[in-house]
């Protein structure tokens, strides 16, 4: 199955037309869906130690680029868009919360790979099933299912030369009885300082400690109903964002920052109920319902090139509350719900003395103090078998968001201000299958979707630096973002292979864009947001997997976009059209990989190249910590891996990525990638 294959891994055997859920919240074939999704087996991957987190996981998937502001940072851009334009989701509850900040950040490494089974990436407006921000595509993580075959005890361990690092995942899972199943586990991750190619070498203050851990309980009721309790918990340690420091390096004519520390501490906390039925009776023959509280706690500590200290931080905890019910009718199969999720903001700045205390406190901290943020919305998507061949998908979606912060620094005096505000909107989308032959092994498929996503508390009081030498202020009168997707495509299936091509076309209306005042605030530039204009993104995937013999495979994922904006590069009012921060150069990856009949030994050859980045915006250009002269270089990296099963419960793997120890990083991100990376991993089940 070309839209599902697995190519993140090559430690296992993905099935060919994987099953997946978050394309329409009902379980179907990856294959049968009139758009672009993923599957990724993250178990898998975890196995083989290919990847050490999710963002990394996702980098071989076509239309994704996995920028990297610090090596304790990942932050996928999906068709465009990052951040708080894509969507992130936990068993389907929502990681996205109302201080995502506009520009990568570092939350989604803030979920442990190791305790999840499976990635879905479904591409483009994804606002009809998930509300707000799901522009650029949504990405629903699943934790790792229990064992129905007695109880495993599990180990991974995972080293790397050029990361410097060691990994160590256990875990144990099993059934207490018929009735109940329990799994329990922790993974401690140990980052030294990365090394880069050749010529960069050490990459200083680039390590970091994280731990992990999480808790599942599941309870099998009377007619095939389960109800999941479930904990997942991170700390991530002292990451450093060394290009805004003295740490950082020289590459390609890249400046070096002033600051002589700028250290990030995160904590994550998720706990959730879910009840899901699958029979029922009456007006709905399955639902499931969910009721969870995450918790997100950051600081960051800066010291800057005067010497002088500050520290800052928030906590923000979200209930939420959703119901989904799906019913098959003789006029299709249709899902709806409803879903509600509230944050509450408490944040905090203090500035130091030499000895650490505080010498004076701020109004807000990077975002709002005393803030609440709330969004509703209530959906419902049909999709119905028109004749055997013709499918369609129709669905709508009400959303209200609504901010109201109470402690926000006034940009114009400095004081003390409330911004409150509140947002409706009704999106909706139209997809189309058509089966070509009547084996249904081709098929063809079109759709428009409308995406929308409301200001966050980010957008609405951010007071933080942003790039290279700015500091974001707040700007309390924004409008939503709209975007409307237009997407056709082929998919094709063989007993020897697969192949999906696709090109889609997001129209952009306002817009949110950072922008100069032209005031100068303790050295760093002043920038706030407006609404742009109108703008576009457009691209062409396409994804093949062949297999000519038994115990060969070959794969290969390209991809292509452009895209412009009107945005305001000064501060004076007049907007101007340039291509969109950060585009994603055109990009490959391919492999071919050998398994032994007896699954017992495999070896495997990837490649990964992209062309030059130089399709730069204003301040592309003027993020001269991260991005080089006239653009990001173009690069070609080949990586060598290897598996052999050491007996039936332990497997080991080899890899060494990036064998003749380029020089490269990904556009945008502020360090280089590994150089000659040597990686071990071993896997233990007693």
């Known amino acids: 199955m070309c839209a599902g294959f697995w190519v993140g891994a090559f430690a296992a055997e993905l099935t060919r037309t994987p099953l997946v859920v978050t394309a329409t919240r009902d379980e179907a074939e990856a294959f049968d869906l009139p758009l672009s999704v993923h599957s990724i087996d993250l178990e898998a991957d975890s196995i083989s130690g290919i990847s050490r987190s999710i963002p990394e996981s996702l980098r071989y998937t076509p239309a994704i680029m996995v920028q990297k502001t610090g090596h304790g940072q990942g932050s996928p851009y999906i068709r465009g868009f990052t951040s708080q334009r894509t969507l992130f989701l936990i068993d389907g509850i929502r990681l996205n919360n109302s201080v995502f900040r506009d520009g990568p950040n570092q939350y989604w490494n803030t979920v442990d790979g190791y305790s999840i089974g499976r990635i879905e990436i479904v591409k483009g407006p994804g606002s009809v099933l998930y509300g707000s921000d799901a522009l650029g595509g949504t990405v629903n993580v699943f934790s790792r299912d229990i064992q129905s075959d007695g109880w495993l005890r599990h180990m991974n361990?995972?080293?790397?030369?050029?990361?410097?690092?060691?990994?160590?995942?256990?875990?144990?899972?099993?059934?207490?009885?018929?009735?109940?199943?329990?799994?329990?586990?922790?993974t401690h991750k140990e980052f030294g300082d990365l090394?880069?190619?050749?010529?960069?070498?050490?990459?200083?203050?680039?390590?970091?400690?994280?731990?992990?851990?999480?808790?599942?309980?599941?309870?099998?009721?009377?007619?095939?109903?389960?109800?999941?309790?479930?904990?997942?918990?991170?700390?991530?340690?002292?990451?450093?964002?060394?290009?805004?420091?003295?740490?950082?390096?020289?590459?390609?004519g890249t400046t070096v920052g002033n600051e002589q520390a700028r250290i990030f501490d995160q904590d994550r906390r998720l706990t959730y109920l879910q009840y899901n039925a699958p029979v029922m009776t009456g007006f709905a023959d399955r639902m499931k319902t969910s009721v969870s509280w995450h918790e997100q706690d950051e600081e960051r500590f800066r010291t800057k090139s005067s010497g002088s200290s500050d520290r800052q931080g928030f906590d923000v905890g979200t209930l939420g509350v959703a119901a989904e019910f799906g019913k098959d009718t003789s006029s299709g199969d249709w899902v709806w719900g409803i879903d509600y999720y509230h944050d509450t903001v408490d944040s905090f700045s203090h500035k130091l003395n030499a000895d650490g205390s505080i010498r004076k406190s701020g109004v807000q901290g990077p975002v709002a103090d005393d803030a609440t943020y709330g969004t509703l919305g209530a959906y419902l998507q049909d999709g119905y078998d028109v004749t055997d061949e013709l499918a369609l998908v129709v669905g709508l979606r009400y959303t209200r968001s609504e901010a109201d912060a109470k402690s926000v620094q006034d940009p114009v005096n400095g004081g003390s201000m409330?911004?409150?505000?509140?947002?409706?909107?009704?999106?909706?989308?139209?997809?189309?299958?058509y089966y070509v032959n009547e084996a249904h092994t081709v098929q063809t498929f079109a759709g428009v979707s409308q995406g929308f996503r409301a200001p966050n508390l980010s957008d609405l009081t951010r007071l933080d630096s942003a790039r290279s030498n700015e500091t974001e202020t707040p700007a309390p009168d924004l409008d939503p973002e709209y975007v409307v997707s237009y997407e056709v495509g082929a998919k094709f299936l063989h007993d020897q292979g697969s192949m999906e091509i696709a090109y889609y076309y997001t129209d952009i209306d306002g817009m949110i864009v950072r922008t100069p005042t032209g005031l100068v605030i303790d050295g760093e530039n002043e920038v706030t947001k407006k609404n742009g204009g109108d703008g576009f993104v457009q691209g062409v995937e396409l994804t093949a997997r062949w297999t000519p013999y038994e115990d060969w495979e070959v794969w290969g994922v390209a991809s292509w976009l452009d895209g412009e904006g009107e945005t305001y590069p000064t501060s004076d009012p007049v907007a101007v059209v340039e291509p969109l921060d950060r585009l994603m150069p055109a990009t490959g990856h391919v492999g071919v990989r050998w398994m032994r009949p007896d699954g017992g030994l495999w070896l495997a050859a990837v490649g990964s190249a992209a062309a030059k980045a130089d399709q730069l915006s204003t301040r592309d250009q003027s993020d001269t910590q991260r991005i080089p002269p006239g653009g990001t270089p173009g690069y070609a990296v080949l990586s060598l891996r290897g598996g052999v099963r050491l007996s039936d419960a332990s497997d080991l793997t080899v890899s060494v990525e990036n064998v003749t120890d380029e020089d490269y990083r990904i556009h945008g991100s502020g360090l280089n990638e590994a150089g000659r990376n040597v990686v071990v991993a071993l896997d233990v089940r007693f």
Request: aromatic share 10%; hydrophobic share 35%.
């Open 418 to 433: 409330s911004v409150a505000d509140e947002w409706d909107n009704v999106s909706g989308s139209v997809r189309l299958r």
């Open 195 to 252: 090394e880069g190619g050749s010529d960069v070498g050490t990459q200083a203050k680039t390590g970091y400690d994280e731990s992990a851990w999480d808790a599942k309980l599941v309870s099998f009721l009377a007619n095939d109903a389960t109800l999941t309790f479930a904990h997942f918990g991170l700390s991530q340690d002292d990451a450093w964002r060394t290009h805004k420091t003295i740490y950082g390096i020289s590459w390609e």
């Open 157 to 186: 361990l995972r080293y790397s030369d050029a990361e410097n690092s060691t990994i160590g995942r256990v875990d144990v899972s099993g059934y207490l009885n018929e009735a109940l199943a329990v799994s329990l586990g922790g």
